[in-house]
């Protein structure tokens, strides 16, 4: 009889028995002993033999006749190894394939499922997949062999299938093999698949997707491509200890979110995902060509990616996971909470902290002390370091999982100033950078402020942006690769503790959240509608601007420079979006244009073009146009009444130029309802007179009268007496009188 390893709780062991025997070093041994002998069982034979069959078909092209015998070839092997539930998951695709005869053609495709069924929650679902289709340039109908892209990848998911079935294993979670029909055609059949989800009421976990693991030119020292998606940093981290343990790989971590492959469609899809490749993919030079043969493949250096993926796929089966985690600054500790398992057979949780980096992590509850509660309180930390943590589960059987989800949290302190990112690139008409760094300095050149070029530097994170009050980030002509979409998390957690943000930029949508479309609602869960406060935007390819016109009293009018924009589109700016802000945040400016609005070129004007959120929990506002096309003195008077009146940020203030600038007032929030700041500093010392007064001119409350030194003041104002209505409040100096309206609103 075969061996039978069972990952779940086996219900003739007493539960409590394990408390006291059970430590940390057991639940390595126990984990590692398991994954060592399924790593033990990949072998360079099966692997050769699948490869070889599969290019035996002589093409795998997705329009080729043979493509149902491919996968019903694919579909007896799984069932060979005794998994009787395959399934050709068949999909009908109606595309104009592009032959020349302008005719959309209907054809079915397949994708083969094989499922080792979850023995605790089977709802969830850990993914292993390949696609076998191939192509080549020419001849692709009957020369299309494929071996390395990607019978190599298929091969990988049929031995995973065949060693965890011919162990016995019986995983937490179901694990579904999968072989992908279409890839070459456009990831056809990674989007059926994800498709389906979640409306068939399974959940997927992670998913390894393997395409191109079998060349390699080197006879050792060899590296394997981590393809990394967003959100899934947590398996990057998996695999790179996954290599050093299993195999005699090197991880090499390649550009994130790539969309070239099966992993894509997950990533789109919201789904954990890696994508595990040969190095040399673009210096191969069998790559889609007849030569992509079994001889050029380097069948050893595919058993080691193997070896990565079965470890994957086996430690992220072999406990019950912990599904979030969340770490919140409170004060001056950390607060981590975690959703609580469902498994009821669970000895309790580990957790896990990291200073530096998502790597080197150490245990922070005492060994061999389980936490039982999903709260914990870290005291034993600094402010502007930025912790990261992640949470294990322990089972009955002492069986650890591994770190699946992380969450990280900085102590921030707020207490330099002003923080200029320069995200800008190729901006129209070419000016240098020091022109345009010289441009942005212009616009604070009032206020105390440290400029940083990130497309020239290391990328700038929370620990970095939480020494400042307000950060000011800029971008001028999206790409791709802009360092604000990589760092928008950051960007978040920097606002959700209370901090600061103007941000200006064009293609808005685009640049936080590679937007392609031209119209797009947002929901709950992004980081443009939870933090930048966008319901949906809109834009047109002909719509042309020309500038911003106010809709608060208090912005100035933003008009273009014609100096800095090309005469050959009049002098209008093009791909600038539409915003149409939260309920919670309000419209600051609409788009301008000197063309009609029944027109294609002014289809946009009147929409808004800025956002303004004054939150009691932070404070962003945003403008989907560069201030760099705007009109110097324009942009500066925008500068300088947001810092002032927006941001209430006084503090910040050097040396102004105009005598009126030598003092200045501020209330907020404006409009009031019980309570009120009263903030304003003066340059030189002064006699001060501050006074509620009402439309009539009345005095109503006299807040300061006296002679005062310079500096900057900060008053509480009270409003519990005063009927709802208008007021004024007036401060007298010896350089002069300023008064804002004051508007009270009492329940």
Known sequence: MKKIIIFCLILLIPYLSFTQTINKNDYKSISDSIVWELVSEINGDSLSSYIQSLQDFGTRFCLAPNRRDIAVWIKNKFISFGYINTVLDSFLVIKD???????YDTLWHYNVIATLEGSINSNIQNVICGHYDSVTPNNYLTTAPGADDNASGTSAVIEVARVMKMINILPQYSIKFV???????????SNYFVSQYPNNGYEINMCVNLDMIAYNSTASNWKVNLGNYLGSEWLTNLASIECSKYTLLSPVNTSQNINLTDSYEFFLAGFPVINLQEVE???????????DTIGNCNIPYCVEITKLAISMIAETSICPSVKNIDATPNGTKILLTW????????LGYNLYRSDTTKKHFKMINSIPILINDTTYTDSTVHPLVEYFYGVTTIDSLGYESPIMKMDSATIITKNMGLLIVDDSYNELLSPSDSTVDAFYDSLFKNFQHTSYDIKANDPIYLSTLGKYSVVFWHT?????????????????QYLKQGGKLLFTTDRYSATIEHNTSLHKTFYSGSVIYDYFKTDSIYSTSSSRFIGAKPTQIGYPNLEIDNLKTPTSNNHHLSLIEALFPRQDATAIYTYNTLFDSTMVTGALKGLSVGIEYLGNDFKFIALSFPLWYIKQDEAKTFIDYVMLNKFNDPQN????????SKFHLSCLPNPMSSKSEIKYYISENSFVNIEIISLTGTKIITIVNQKQRAGYYSLPFYAGNLKSGIYFCRMKTDFGIESLKLIIINK
Do not use: R
Not at 97 to 103: I, S, T
Not at 481 to 492: Q, V
Not at 653 to 660: A, D, G, I, R
């Open 97 to 103: 394939w592009g032959f020349g005869d302008g005719q």
């Open 179 to 189: 072989a992908f029909a279409s890839e070459e055609a456009g990831f056809l059949g």
């Open 281 to 291: 993919v673009w210096t191969n030079p069998f790559y889609h060509t007849p030569g």
């Open 339 to 346: 959703d609580k398992n469902k498994e009821n057979q669970l």
């Open 476 to 492: 001028d002509k999206y790409l791709a690769t802009s360092k604000f979409y990589i760092l928008k998390n950051e960007i978040a």
């Open 653 to 660: 203030v050097q040396n102004l130029s105009s005598e009126k």
